[in-house]
């Protein structure tokens, strides 16, 4: 009961890329960039398993950025000409990459690091990839023309990588979509479609998360403007309690989700977020295991995942461990407090 995961990201070693950053610059190249992400590889699993996390991933420690380290696996996208482009309906703006071509996979993308950590882990293995919806909102189009069917060619590109690592033994794949909190009614004429695209002919546990966004000014300014209550989730989660996707992860603590939401996600496993990325502040077992009986009010106990709220990676790296333990030993806490 309680299976522990993280969203995905923790903060990368100091020794490999800058710290405190969300588009940090690598401290190597070639050979012996290769081997430091494959170390800090180990040392994340290492930490996870310390702090008793259930399902363990990579950490994320082989890409600079969660949807870019995908997208630098790709043929038909320029990086060599960036633009400042608005994402997430202009949120904030990025130096973003250009699709000028037919979009083909170039070979394997998280191979190394999902086989590496499949071979040095017992836990079950979770591995993360961008959604089409938000790889789309973070890349300009110079090629199709048409932002659907550009999302569909990602989500085939997914599905190819989504297959191999099921076939690496990787036990959980998840899409994250940070992008279904901004453009809901598109998450239902199109997203689902496109998010089943990526999972055809999975048979691993396939999740989505769906946030509010990594700790950083951009995102905690915008929460300001949402109000008192944030709901968001209400228009996304019927049409994802529809779908073919196995879990859902999603925000819960100190945001202003109202928990009876996640009724809406009824017959789905949820990863509920027990874990404030925004916020240097390192929760107590206590406050976790209170979370997490809070969602189980509208949420069955088997099929709660207590989760962090998104990813680490900007955050740092003391905090960051502090947190991991807060909610392995919170779980701990409240399987013998709900059991």
């Not at 290769?34 to 008793?52: C, M, R, S, W």
């Not at 083909?104 to 690091?113: D, I, M, S, T, Y």
């Not at 239902?188 to 002919?201: F, Q």
Request: hydrophobic letters at 45%.
């Amino acid at each position: 009961m309680f299976e522990t995961t993280i969203a995905g990201s923790l903060p990368k070693p100091a020794w490999l890329a800058e710290p405190n950053k969300l588009w940090p610059q690598w401290r190597a190249s070639g050979d012996e960039l290769v081997a430091a992400k494959a170390d800090a590889t180990l040392l994340a699993l290492k930490e996870q398993e310390d702090a008793g996390i259930d399902v363990v991933t990579d950490g994320e420690m082989s890409r600079q950025h969660f949807v870019h380290g995908f997208l630098e696996f790709v043929d038909g996208i320029d990086f060599a000409h960036k633009i400042e482009m608005g994402i997430r309906a202009d949120r904030y703006k990025a130096m973003v990459p250009q699709v000028v071509g037919e979009l083909k996979l170039k070979g394997r993308v998280h191979a190394n690091e999902a086989r590496l950590a499949r071979a040095h882990t017992a836990k079950k293995l979770k591995i993360t990839m961008p959604g089409p919806m938000t790889i789309i909102d973070t890349i300009a189009d110079r090629h199709y023309g048409d932002k659907i069917k550009m999302a569909m060619a990602f989500a085939t590109l997914l599905n190819q990588e989504a297959r191999a690592l099921q076939a690496d033994g990787v036990d959980v794949i998840q899409f994250d979509e940070p992008a279904f909190n901004v453009y809901m009614e598109e998450v239902a004429e199109w997203g689902i479609e496109a998010l089943h695209r990526a999972i055809e002919g999975v048979t691993a546990t396939t999740a989505v998360h769906i946030c509010y966004g990594y700790g950083i000014k951009a995102n905690t300014d915008w929460k300001t403007t949402l109000g008192g209550e944030w709901r968001q989730y209400e228009k996304t989660f019927p049409v994802l309690a529809k779908s073919r996707i196995d879990q859902v992860s999603l925000e819960c603590r100190n945001s202003k989700v109202p928990m009876n939401l996640l009724k809406l996600l009824d017959g789905k496993d949820v990863q509920v977020g027990v874990i404030d990325v925004a916020s240097d502040d390192v929760e107590t077992p206590e406050q976790v295991a209170d979370v997490i009986g809070e969602a189980m009010k509208y949420v069955a106990r088997e099929k709660i995942i207590p989760s962090t709220n998104c990813g680490m990676a900007p955050m740092r790296r003391d905090v960051a461990m502090g947190k991991l333990a807060a909610l392995g030993k919170g779980a701990e806490l409240a399987r013998k407090k709900y059991r």
